[in-house]
């Protein structure tokens, strides 16, 4: 059973095309993450949001608690934005730690 | 910018041997954790400690894994006596609160148990 899904698996696009990656998640959550994987294997953390939208840079992270359903944008792309994106979330109730991750989305931005 | 170091970058040793994996948090945070990644799968929780004891744990966190925090700024992840599938990425984080933080995470340790 996965209670974190994303969308697509893998995604190719040109430099500067507009990005969208889906996330959608079946439990009741506190918090979401969307998380940056180098190819290296490094993790960043990009955004927390449990409400609305965030912002920063090129990138815009949306969620729809309702819906349980979130989006991260990535606006006019560019070839060092290749990584797996991966989403995050934090059930309701759990610590902070136990984060359910979802399997992550390989994107690849061509020049 | 602060952030959060793993040492050694990539470990290899044989089944059945102790392997010791060390996290430096950063300075100011207080809840630690450890992550999991074997090749091509998601990430997995394993353990979360604050004020010196576990927090909490996942399943995969048996009687092999031990965590501790030994003088202040390490925090290490001790697994007993490896097994071929404990072959990972194992990636420490660290947060300031419980709740309202972001996590900062290391740039793992690949382990590979031969």
């Known amino acids: 059973k996965n209670e974190v899904e994303q969308s697509p698996q893998n995604l190719t696009a040109q430099e500067g095309e507009f990005i969208t990656i889906n996330c959608s998640y079946s439990v009741g959550i506190s918090a979401l993450h969307w998380l940056q994987q180098h190819p290296g294997g490094g993790i960043v953390s990009l955004f927390m949001l449990s409400s609305g939208k965030k912002k920063h840079g090129r990138l815009i992270a949306t969620i729809n608690i309702q819906e349980k359903h979130s989006s991260l944008h990535i606006t006019a792309s560019h070839p060092r934005d290749s990584a797996v994106y991966i989403c995050?979330?934090?059930?309701?109730?759990?610590?902070?730690?136990?984060?359910?991750f979802g399997k992550g989305t390989k994107l690849s931005v061509k020049p | 910018e602060p952030e959060v170091t793993q040492t050694p970058s990539h470990q290899v040793t044989q089944m059945g041997q102790e392997v010791i994996l060390r996290c430096v948090p950063i300075s100011n945070h207080l809840y630690f954790y450890w992550y999991r990644q074997i090749l091509g799968q998601k990430v997995e929780f394993l353990v979360s400690?604050?004020?010196?004891?576990?927090?909490?744990k996942s399943e995969i966190f048996d009687d092999q894994f031990s965590v501790e925090r030994p003088d202040g700024s390490n925090f290490t992840l001790k697994i007993r006596s490896t097994k071929l599938e404990d072959s990972a990425m194992y990636f420490c984080a660290s947060s300031v609160t419980r709740l309202r933080n972001e996590q900062y995470f290391g740039p793992g340790t690949r382990l590979t148990v031969t």
């Open positions: 400690f604050y004020n010196n004891e576990i927090s909490e």
């Open positions: 995050a979330v934090r059930a309701y109730g759990g610590s902070q730690g136990n984060l359910i």
